[in-house]
């Protein structure tokens, strides 16, 4: 490798690595240096020569198969049965958070193969990635969980549960009142209440498409649920919330708990919530209503001898 090229890659703010079929390090840039600083690893290592594959768990990339990973892409390189390869790897730093980009390109200098490594930390565009992202999942009014989220959790939390052989609950809550007879700042305290009973990792608290508040409990029990609509019910109604035509408003809940088995989807426990919110809808006395699920048995087709 010229000096040129030596200067070249030395000019550039990416962290370089070049290796050998091998994986022998033959060359690295001087901005490695200062990535290895802020991965905390000593500055007394002498890269040349190293094996990078060998010396990957520096990069606290080995628990995640990184090595493997990075040495059969090289090999697709010196092989040709690629042309270049990205992978990518959440490292700690002592200085901040690293997220970098490894990409390989194989180069041909006196007719021997070596492999370019180009480590870029893509932290801020990770971050953003996940700010686009947690916004596509949040409503924008309460910052509550949208119906996107509730659908992957509920779906996640009922597959969870069935491993675990444990109870879920679900509860919906439907205002008896029309959205825009409600400000939003009334609509806001309704559901910080929602938000503060998803407590653990299991709960999730959401708005749904028709403007309906959802929580998701994970672990729960008859009982701990039912105390929990009482509890949602009792702190809504300390709102005092009244339409703009001084109407009081009250909130109508419906709930139910189901052990997931093999035996139906996730719908037979929405489904009797919804069946239960109706029911409270209706009522002219009961504002919170329960709904236990109907199992039904799906016909098998008889196999004949």
Known sequence: MTEICMGILNS?????VVVKENGSIFFTNNSWEKLTEQLGITKNIVWLSKNYYQYCHLLQTESNGFASQCKQAVAGLIDGSSTEFTLEFKAPSVVGEVWLEVTGSVVVFDKERYVILNHANIIDRKMYQAEIEKLTLTDTLTHLANQKNFNGFFFNEWQ???RNGSAMALLIGEL???MHELDSNQYRN?????KCHARRVDDLAAILDNHQFA???GQVGTLSYESVAKSLYQEISQLNLLSDTGQEIHINIGMSSA???LIDTSDILFNSVVLALNKAKTSQQEHIFSHYPTIIFKQKALIRN
């Open 190 to 194: 309704v559901a910080n209440i929602f």
């Open 12 to 16: 550039l703010d990416s962290y370089i």
């Open 215 to 217: 929580l998701i409990l």
């Open 259 to 261: 052990i997931p088995t």
């Open 176 to 178: 008896d009142t029309n």
């Open 160 to 162: 969870r549960s069935m």
